[in-house]
């Protein structure tokens, strides 16, 4: 059993830094005896006298309702069924208050007559001055949990990062050494660098996922400088399509969509704004560490000083909170609010954390040291938050007013334009009316219908201009909530509530409990400043391996969201600390990292196939080839636009064709779904329950569960879309008029389009290929019946169609 | 060796899949495991069914009034509910409200049946009626899917998902899962969606609930532009481009794999709408499914389609009976509605399960009916409605390895909670796994570190209700 002695003043984070390893801190000494003996001399003045009157009749001397004794310090301190009922220093935590203020319906204390306001404060003093007694201090223990500590943070994930840097190259060949090594142990070798047309494709699909253009390709075959490839992906780091490639990479982590799916399908009108803000964040790589710690507690860091715009950006960033699918039908608001807690712990375990938080609310975690207590101590972070406005049927989530002063300028404009009118229209009225005799104004049918004529103008031009009135923007995301005890529930039922669990990270992180929340706080900044801490190496450990992931479709750790003892072991731990270490030494820079893997030979080799490596490691594990890939679903889609000149490079704001809050499927059934637009996929909205085809057919998110990892099918489904759809088949007409107008011979044409569709010069053997079907397709779409206009047109469309299906199209090699 | 023939995955997938393609191998496989684990004898867990067809009805039938012959409602009707309401309820309701439509005792078995199913009372003998199912929640989207995914708050593989992946298709040309006419409302597509399984387990759905049935396709079945020559043509072309860039690309299955899922798209463009041409179809057969009058036609075509992918090898098909309208959810003008619905779906449910069973395909073909819940014997509003109800509800089950002419189960005197023998929708996706030779406690997947079940940590084999 473990002992917790919680102080009765919180202590500086600084001191905590310092000294980690202390098992209990102090303030200043005067201070703290200070307030200790005001806590003592209030117990035998006022505290004791109030519980002897109201509560030792049933928890006493004689009589211990729910084993619960109130009378002496070792009762206090051991509590009852509901576990201690004081925590030193605590109030808002300590579930005496919380009953004898008949704020939990479940547990009212005393069950008739409440205490008086002035009676809770006196508790609430006592309690506040550290809970002292005569008899000696209230020590809480704290059972001990499923796992012993010490063995838990030798789990590989949770030891501290490791640098081997000693004998390494603090570059990309940092990696090739690393890797060589591990390479021939086994007797493997591993492939040469790729050609300059691959490694350019492969950099602009990684890094933009927007192929190469034919003068793109031209200029780096032309540039014989040995920094070719490091001026390109300086190029394309620099670029707006990087921000929404890599940003749709975070959109698959942060669950994101355009609305709440699952049992009522509502718009998140103003998700959007959260999906820009990450674009944005990796355009400009802001520090990884900032970027999480905005998107958990970006309120928190507004300040008075903080910028109109900065601090909509801020609290836009938290959105990230709110974005997961809600049962927004649920008739019990407690489970609920619960359920939309535990997704949001399971979305931060996973996407920040690598580790299935989430698991441990009924129990203890099965196989990671997390207990049902680590979970409700984190719990508690985010009941005392605020996710939803409102919890009836049908539930509503918080927005958060981000308006700026030229929001609001521009209301105001708009509002003066229409008080101007209104008082255009009054004044007709009573000019008119006046004239007709009357004092009062009379109804508009009862003036002369030149006057009639001219106000039926003005009253519709003053219905459009309300109906124009810009409205003040907000943002999902969340806020500050009245604290709120969290307490541990049975089997994770919330009819069947224990006792409360302070606010805290899980114990195997923060075994001498240093881990403070302030009283008025809900503790996210604190989990937030935790989370992206030098103490934690999960963090940098999980997202360099996204990266990587990201890069060569399959992680160090081949379990991305998972580094749990269910996930699999790095195939190469030096390798994953070596990169997290220069990683969080680069200030969290995202650009640095890619930089360094990209300038690897591992990132560069070339996916040719080599027998007695594929013998002696099948799976490529340990990256002795680059992996061939088909393209995800949005690359898929912003390819073909881009190829075939039908792409819009503009950044998107909301293509939701409903309002926010606004059901994009109802009872009816019917799909209003638009996603007609030339706008790259990442702006396209995301509809949980029904993920536009384009995107489900190729395996995009489901957009309701963390996905670091998705999945790559190749199912008959996707043929059809390629062979059929509209979307296709109109780039692949746009592509043929494209090249039809160009004054070029059709062998050159065809030269053209591979060279655009496939980013590499043409082979005179496919251009015969394809040179020779046209005649061939001409001639059949002149036999269709009815007869195609124009069979030239039909017949390259066909053609460039062709290449768009090709294998060589869809992979990336 | 592929035996699920109809699409491919990446051996990465195949990797984290517990069966891969082990197709009808793995039920073999299954059952002895299943046999060794459970002490059950192996001939108890003798596969009958082959498929499911699931018929869905959306909004909530009411038990009492259709399934659930309750006299004790009868006799006290407008007097209030001598016990406790559930601490959940959707709305609130008034006193026990009788059915206003009359039972009486129907086949061999002499179960009671309301008269709004006179064409399915005469099947009755061939059904297990499950009176005792129960659910955990009371709003449409939650329940609908729970039915459909076992999971109200999370995003989970659909039952038809789950049998796509246990035990692979049938056929080279289709899909292992079909769902026709399904709502995009109340869980949308995730109610037929793979989640996390591979991607060919998920439904392919044919059409919407807002379209009629005539209209429902496949998406993307067909070209409008190019005739099936020119695409024909062009498929050849690509096989050519694809042969000639192959030296550059290594060898990998995933490019064979795509290369072959051309080819079988090709076919499916033909295969599909010969399936769905009921012309072939005998005119005894039209009426027999109600085809030829108007109030049955749409539903009766969706039955009448069921057989035919249920012949053609389909493993999981599902019909939904739902309009624009929320169907059956009565909450007012019960009499009206329950009237409407019930005589749209009557004839050709019953239609089809004669017919099927004429085939010798109701052997190996389970068929299942139900909603997301039923409905409060206890009035809402104008004492001409209910509420929903997920505390006591009836399914049925007919077909494959299911004994027919009994109530399984059963609800308390007025039909409000489930008592006897209570059915668990967990329960209902663990016996309808069972029925088709799985067992569910190890139809697993990994998945996010951890396996996975349709029925999650819960469920329970009703072993009453096999034949």
């Known amino acids: ?813 | 060796m592929i035996p699920s023939g109809f699409p491919l995955t990446r051996r990465q997938q195949l990797k984290s899949a517990a069966v891969g393609f082990g197709g009808l191998a793995f039920a073999a496989l299954s059952h002895q495991q299943a046999a060794a684990d459970t002490g059950m004898p192996l001939q108890h867990h003798a596969v009958q069914a082959k498929r499911v067809i699931f018929m869905f009805m959306k909004g909530g039938p009411s038990q009492v009034d259709t399934f659930d012959y309750k006299p004790q409602l009868q006799k006290d009707h407008g007097k209030p509910l001598p016990f406790e309401k559930p601490r959940i309820q959707f709305a609130p309701t008034n006193n026990l409200l009788g059915s206003p439509w009359r039972f009486r005792p129907r086949g061999e078995s002499g179960i009671p049946v309301s008269e709004l199913f006179p064409h399915v009372a005469e099947c009755i003998d061939d059904i297990c009626l499950l009176n005792s199912c129960h659910g955990t929640n009371a709003a449409h989207g939650g329940a609908a899917l729970k039915l459909h995914t076992g999971s109200d708050n999370f995003v989970r593989p659909s039952v038809g998902a789950w049998v796509s992946y246990g035990l692979g298709t049938e056929n080279q040309n289709l899909p292992s899962f079909v769902t026709i006419c399904p709502t995009l409302a109340h869980g949308g597509l995730n109610n037929w969606g793979s989640a996390f399984l591979p991607a060919q387990h998920q439904g392919i759905p044919l059409g919407v609930a807002s379209q009629p049935a005539t209209a429902a396709n496949v998406r993307y079945i067909s070209n409008d532009q190019y005739s099936t020559a020119t695409q024909r043509s062009q498929l050849d072309l690509l096989r050519q481009f694809n042969a000639g860039s192959e030296q550059q690309l290594p060898q990998e299955s995933d490019l064979e794999a795509r290369i072959r899922t051309w080819e079988l798209a090709f076919r499916m463009q033909s295969e599909m709408p010969r399936l769905q041409d009921l012309s072939s179809e005998s005119e005894s057969i039209h009426k027999s499914y109600g085809l030829d009058e108007e109030i049955t036609a749409d539903f009766g075509r969706q039955c009448l389609m069921a057989r035919r992918f249920a012949e053609a090898g389909v493993r999981f098909i599902q019909v939904t009976h739902s309009d624009t309208k929320v169907q059956w959810d009565q909450h007012g003008d019960l009499r009206n509605g329950h009237t409407k619905n019930a005589k749209e779906v009557d004839k050709p449910i019953a239609g089809l399960l004669k017919d099927l069973k004429q085939r010798g395909l109701l052997e190996d073909t389970l068929v299942v009916w139900g909603g997301e819940f039923g409905r409060t014997p206890t009035a809402q509003g104008t004492s001409d409605g209910r509420d929903h109800n997920p505390e006591g509800f009836t399914m049925w089950m007919a077909g494959g390895g299911v004994r027919g002419g009994q109530r399984y189960g059963a609800t308390d005197v007025y039909g409000y909670y489930a008592e006897q023998n209570p059915m668990h929708i967990h329960d209902v996706h663990a016996t309808l796994l069972h029925l088709m030779g799985l067992n569910h406690e190890q139809l697993t997947y990994r998945h996010a570190g951890r396996d996975f079940r349709l029925t999650d940590v819960a469920g329970k084999v009703h072993p009453g209700v096999f034949s």
């Not at chain 1, 806590?39 to 001397?61: I, R, T, Y």
Request: aromatic share 6%; charged share 25%.
């Open chain 1, 1 to 813: 059993m473990s002992l917790l002695r919680i102080s009765p003043l919180a202590c500086s984070s600084l001191l905590l830094l310092i000294s980690p390893a202390s098992a209990f801190c102090f303030g200043s000494a005067d201070e703290n005896s200070e307030a200790r003996t005001k806590s003592a001399e209030l117990w035998n003045a006022q505290v004791a006298p109030l519980l002897q009157e109201h509560c030792w009749s049933c928890h006493g001397e004689e009589t211990q309702e729910s084993d619960l004794r109130l009378d002496t310090v070792a009762g206090i301190a051991r509590g009852g069924k509901a576990g201690p009922p004081v925590i030193p220093g605590k109030p808002s935590e300590s579930l005496l208050l919380l009953t004898v203020k008949h704020a939990d319906p479940t547990l009212k204390m005393p069950p008739e007559d409440k205490l008086s306001e002035e009676q809770i404060t006196v508790l609430e003093n006592w309690i506040a001055g550290g809970a002292q007694h005569p008899d000696g201090a209230i020590v809480i223990s704290e059972p001990a949990p499923h796992f012993d500590i010490k063995e838990a943070r030798e789990w590989w994930s949770f030891r501290p990062l490791q640098d081997p840097s000693a004998v390494l190259a603090d570059d990309g060949s940092g990696i090739d050494q690393i890797l060589n090594g591990l390479l021939q142990e086994r007797g493997m070798t591993r492939n040469p660098v790729a050609d300059k047309v691959t490694l350019l494709r492969r950099a602009h699909y990684s890094l933009t996922g927007i192929p190469p253009t034919p003068a793109e390709l031209q200029a780096f075959l032309d540039d014989e400088s040995p920094d070719a490839l490091q001026t390109v992906i300086d190029r394309l780091l620099e670029s707006q399509q990087y921000g929404e490639r890599w940003g749709r990479h975070w959109l698959d982590v942060a669950r994101y969509a355009d609305s709440n799916g699952l049992d009522e399908n509502i718009a998140h009108g103003n998700a959007w704004r959260y999906r820009n803000y990450v674009i944005q964040s990796f355009q400009h790589d802001r520090p990884f560490h900032q970027f999480l710690t905005e998107q958990l507690a970006g309120d928190l860091l507004v300040s008075s000083e903080t910028e109109e715009k900065r601090k909509a950006e801020l609290l836009i960033a938290t959105g990230f909170l709110s974005l997961g699918p809600k049962v927004l039908a649920e008739g019990d608001e407690r489970k609920l609010l619960l359920d939309i807690i535990d997704e949001q712990m399971d979305t931060i375990g996973r996407s920040m954390l690598g580790l299935t938080i989430g698991c441990a609310r009924c129990h203890d975690h099965k196989f990671d040291p997390i207990s049902q207590a680590d979970y409700y101590a984190m719990s508690g972070i985010f009941q005392s938050t605020r996710t939803m406005e409102s919890l009836a049927r049908i539930a509503k989530w918080h927005e958060n007013p981000i308006d700026t002063a030229q929001d609001r300028t521009a209301r105001e404009q708009h509002q003066a334009k229409l008080d101007a009118l209104q008082q255009t229209i009054d004044q007709t009225v009573k000019t008119a009316s006046e004239k007709a005799g009357s004092q009062e104004p009379l109804a508009d049918d009862k003036l002369p219908a030149d006057v009639q004529e001219t106000l039926k103008t003005l009253r519709q031009q003053h219905t459009e201009l309300t109906d124009q009135l810009p409205q003040l923007p907000t943002a999902m995301g969340v806020a500050e909530a009245d604290i709120t005890p969290s307490r541990l529930l049975a089997r994770g039922n919330h009819l069947a509530p224990g006792r409360v669990i302070p606010r805290s990270i899980p114990v195997v992180f923060d075994a001498s409990r240093s881990f403070e929340v302030p009283e008025d706080r809900s503790g996210r900044l604190a989990l937030a400043r935790w989370i992206t801490g030098n103490t934690n190496p999960l963090t940098p450990r999980v997202i360099v391996n996204r990266v990587w992931r990201w890069h060569f479709g399959r992680g160090i750790v081949s379990t991305t969201d998972n580094f749990g003892k269910l996930g699999e072991k790095p195939v190469s731990p030096e390798l994953l600390d070596w990169l997290a270490v220069r990683f969080v030494q680069s200030g969290w820079s995202l650009k640095a990292l890619h930089r360094l893997i990209m300038t690897s030979e591992t990132w560069q080799s070339s996916a040719a196939d080599h027998p007695r490596n594929e013998e002696l490691d099948p799976e490529n594990q340990y990256f002795w080839r680059w992996d061939l890939r088909r393209m995800e679903a949005e690359i898929i889609r912003d390819s073909i636009l881009a190829v075939t000149g039908s792409l819009d490079a503009t950044m998107g704001t909301s293509l939701l064709h409903v309002d926010n809050r606004k059901f994009l499927f109802d009872h009816t059934s019917k799909d209003t779904t638009n996603y007609d637009s030339q706008l790259r996929s990442v702006y396209l909205p995301v509809i949980r329950n029904n993920i536009y085809d384009a995107m489900a057919l190729f395996d995009c998110t489901d957009g309701a569960v963390p996905n670091g990892n998705r999945g790559s099918s190749t199912v008959a489904s996707q043929a059809l879309f390629m062979m059929n759809s509209q979307l296709i088949i109109n780039a692949s007409r746009k592509h043929a008029e494209l090249l039809l107008q160009q004054e070029l011979s059709d062998q050159q044409r065809v030269e053209l389009l591979i060279r655009r569709t496939l980013s590499r010069p043409a082979r005179a053997n496919e251009v015969q290929q394809l040179l020779s079907a046209i005649p061939q397709l001409e001639q059949q779409f002149q036999q269709e019946s009815p007869v195609t206009e124009d069979s030239v047109l039909s017949a390259w469309t066909v053609l460039c169609q062709t290449l768009l299906m090709s294998n060589e199209f869809l992979y990336v090699r």
